[in-house]
Nanobody, 125 residues
Framework: QVQLVESGGGLVQAGGSLRLSCAAS????????MGWFRQPPGKEREFVAA????????YYADSVKGQFTISKDNAKNTVYLQMNSLKPEDTAVYYC??????????????????WGQGTQVTVSS
């Protein structure tokens, strides 16, 4: 089992940047496929980005492609989400999640085994 703790959220003006971090305790993140999801107010949780166990391959939702970058530092047991050119529609609670098995179905929240508590990102216009 692994515990995930997100940090780095906050209030930012449109066009600004934030970097979210997801730190793991007790087990190495190198054995997990990692994902970032977000849940806007009143909406369902949605896929944002994912990264392979080695960190060599990443995947993005079309809505954030070219705007967000996911990265992974297995030595630090941390996954990052760099968010640039933020827009008010990026406002959401952001969650990181760990998936134990294959990379398939990485866009589906129910396929992930462990979740962090979430961090709020608010983008003002």
């Amino acid at each position: 089992q692994v515990q995930l703790v997100e940090s780095g959220g906050g209030l930012v003006q449109a066009g600004g940047s934030l970097r979210l971090s997801c730190a793991a305790s007790e087990r190495s993140l190198s054995i997990y496929f990692m994902g970032w999801f977000r849940q806007p107010p009143g909406k369902e949780r949605e896929f944002v980005a994912a990264i392979s166990k080695s960190g060599s391959t990443s995947y993005y939702a079309d809505s954030v492609k070219g705007q967000f970058t996911i990265s992974k530092d297995n030595a630090k047991n941390t996954v990052y989400l760099q968010m640039n050119s933020l827009k008010p529609e990026d406002t959401a609670v952001y969650y990181c999640a760990a998936k134990e098995n294959s990379w398939t179905d990485y866009k589906i929240p129910g396929k992930y085994n462990y979740w962090g508590q979430g961090t709020q990102v608010t983008v003002s216009s």
